[in-house]
């Protein structure tokens, strides 16, 4: 049976949480959308600050003392964001740059401490974005990304032909008419031939989570990016609709962390073909009081050789205001399976 502990709350919430996986172990980020205080151009008079939870990073120790990345906007809207590292431990960065209609894709990667961008898509209104998790024991050697495209297709972000000043445009390649989704692949050498998706489907227009997001069902597909083609969607928690969802992969298993329709918690893992591993459970907790939810969900996995443990994280709101984050520690009971990643 699955082992599931909380750690106590952490104060204050000042935006979105993700988790990184650092070599030390992983490292929850935060962000906090505020007038900027030092801007390079009179339209970017905004700025969203991405900072390290000290109480997280602490406790793992993260190898490298972990980066904070401050990202420029014209608006002060609270954009989307994904981070991840590479297998040298090289940061990469992709999030959205609020342009009132559009909400245009940037990826970027961290070199001495600033952001170089790597590549731009600023075509059509991206949301939802996520980047590519890696499969493979030896690390990431490519940054992949996914989005919804113009609140129509999931699709994943394939860099063309550079342009001038060294920008590399991304070109869409159309994955399905779902919703939000991750996508996961080997990402050790060369373009990967096939990705594993984790998708919302079946999105109802109505009633709506309490994080304002259409509810969908749960479902695991695979794509083959040579032939184009899907394959048919395994549901994993049928007659179950949710709102947000994260995940993380290691060692054959998938760990998934869901907000439900009603906005509590649900978390499982399940394997490569959709088979339910750790049954799904609810954890409860002071989210679990009347008018009190959870949003932005993130899920990673401890790199520790021999580990069999996920950490999520998520954060509480009551109404629509944030009240605390938590982080868990999500023990599977399929053993100690997991093998070290190094990045």
Not at 73 to 89: A, I, K, M, Y
Not at 111 to 140: E, M, W
Not at 202 to 228: H, N
Not at 237 to 258: H, I, K
Request: with cysteine; glycine share 12%; charged share 15%.
């Amino acid at each position: 049976m699955a082992n599931l502990s909380i750690d106590p709350p952490g104060k204050p919430v000042t935006g979105p949480i993700r988790f990184l996986s650092g070599r030390g172990g992983p490292i929850l980020y935060m962000a906090k959308t505020e007038p900027a205080t030092q801007s390079s151009s009179p339209l970017t008079g905004f700025q969203t600050v991405l900072a390290p939870v000290t109480s997280i990073s602490n406790s793992v120790g993260s190898g490298k003392t972990p980066q904070i990345l401050t990202l420029e906007q014209p608006f002060g809207s609270v954009p989307d964001w994904d981070l991840s590292s590479d297998r040298d431990g090289t940061l990469h960065l992709a999030h959205q740059i609020f342009g009132g209609g559009w909400n245009l894709l940037r990826v970027a990667s961290v070199q001495n401490g600033t952001l170089q961008v790597d590549s731009v898509y600023g075509i059509g209104d991206c949301g939802f974005l996520r980047l590519v998790r890696d499969t493979s024991d030896k690390g990431a050697s490519r940054v992949l990304v996914t989005c919804v495209l113009d609140r129509e297709n999931l699709v994943l972000m394939l860099p063309g032909t550079p342009v001038s000043g060294g920008t590399v445009p991304i070109e869409p390649l159309e994955l399905g008419p779902a919703g939000p989704g991750l996508a996961f692949a080997d990402l050790s050498g060369d373009m990967p031939t096939r990705l594993d998706l984790l998708l919302k489907t079946e999105i109802r227009q109505g009633p709506l989570c309490p994080s304002g997001l259409f509810r969908g069902t749960l479902t695991l597909a695979g794509f083959d990016l040579s032939s184009k083609t899907p394959s048919i969607p395994t549901p994993l928690v049928p007659g179950t609709e949710v709102g947000e969802l994260a995940a993380a992969w290691r060692g054959g298993l998938y760990c998934v962390l869901a907000s439900l329709s009603n906005g509590q918690p649900l978390v499982f893992t399940c394997d490569t073909s959709g088979k339910i591993k750790d049954v799904p459970v609810q954890p409860f907790g002071d989210w679990s009081r009347a008018d009190h939810w959870i949003g932005s969900p993130t899920v990673v996995a401890d790199i520790a050789p021999g580990a069999s443990c996920f950490r999520c994280a998520f954060v509480e709101y009551t109404g629509t205001q944030p009240v605390a984050w938590w982080s868990l520690r999500f023990t599977t009971a399929q053993g100690p399976t997991i093998p070290q990643q190094t990045a």
